[in-house]
């Protein structure tokens, strides 16, 4: 069964009204902007265009570079030491994420 909208929006393809949009046949870029809350999209926009980059996602970076380094190395000494970093990097990791879902 066809919804109202569904219906609108069918007419109008069949009718071309969305043959010359900007950016047709290219992926979307969608920001996150549509799901920050409308208090902190300034303050947010402003961190994110002068490269700040939140603690959390600058360590699982750090993380994935530790991974291509463990995978990398043949000597267990490092591999051991490799290992312990990625377990304390990624504990902080999962605790700042408690936090936030704790509230």
Do not use: C, W
């Not at 007419?11 to 549509?34: N, T």
């Not at 304390?88 to 408690?98: A, I, S, T």
Request: no cysteine; proline share 4%; charged share 40%.
């Amino acid at each position: 069964m066809e919804s109202h909208i569904d219906r609108i929006v069918r007419e109008a393809a069949a009718r071309g009204a969305f043959d010359h949009l900007p950016g047709k046949g290219k992926p979307q870029q969608f920001d996150e902007e549509g799901t920050t809350p409308e208090d902190l999209r300034l303050g947010y926009s402003m961190l994110k265009n002068a490269g700040y980059v939140p603690e959390e996602v600058r360590l699982l970076k750090e993380i994935e570079a530790l991974k291509e380094r463990l995978d990398a190395t043949a000597s267990d000494a490092e591999r051991a030491g490799l290992i312990k970093e990625i377990r304390e990097k990624r504990l902080r990791v999962d605790l700042f994420l408690d936090g936030l879902r704790r509230g």
